[in-house]
């Protein structure tokens, strides 16, 4: 206070409407997220340093484990209701990926739906590693391939009755050359 009884003041002053364009822009953004996550057939899930922290509202339609029963799952519960043939295979592979640093991985194998059914999914897994080379986090985008897999499987099956049959036919038919009069 001065003298004259008026007063000093100090401050400054910042220009924040770039910062709060840039923040309603990642709302948005999130937003826009948030709706394609919940509304997708696909499953999207995050897991953070071996425990999920994120998942798509479609998981539990699709697998129908509860958003509770899901996030206190670890690793060797999630284990658990992958299909125990499937299981190691899933392991070997993921563990042969993050080994090499790789990025991607995609891979099939059957779930166990809650009313103990097998799933065939299809996983797209990314792999993000630390500056040290240490996965740290993966997103997985699974799908549901029950139908895919019972077209394959039924064509296969299609595919080898007609192997088949081609060659009961070729071991019980004739032929007949009208020029020779050979049956061949």
Not at 26 to 55: D, M, Q, R
Not at 57 to 69: I, P, Q
Request: glycine share 2%.
């Amino acid at each position: 206070m001065q003298n004259d009884k008026s007063l000093d003041w100090f401050g400054y002053i910042i220009d924040i409407s770039l910062r709060k364009l840039e923040e309603k822009n990642l709302l948005a953004s999130v937003e826009k997220f948030k709706f394609i996550s919940e509304n997708t057939s696909n499953v999207i899930v995050v897991l953070e340093n071996k425990s999920i922290s994120n998942a798509s509202k479609s998981y539990a339609k699709l697998f129908n484990y509860s958003e509770k029963e899901l996030y206190a799952s670890e690793k060797k519960d999630v284990l658990n209701i992958i299909h125990p043939e499937d299981s190691h295979k899933l392991i070997a592979v993921i563990d042969e990926v993050v080994n090499k640093l790789g990025e991607k991985l995609v891979f099939e194998y059957r779930y166990l739906h809650k009313n103990g059914n097998c799933v065939w999914r299809e996983d797209t897994f990314s792999f993000f590693y630390d500056e040290n080379g240490n996965n740290f986090k993966q997103i997985i985008v699974a799908r549901n391939i029950l139908d895919q897999k019972k077209i394959r499987i039924d064509f296969n099956q299609t595919k080898s009755m007609l192997e088949q049959t081609s060659y009961i036919a070729k071991v019980i038919g004739y032929e007949l050359d009208m020029a020779t009069k050979q049956i061949t």
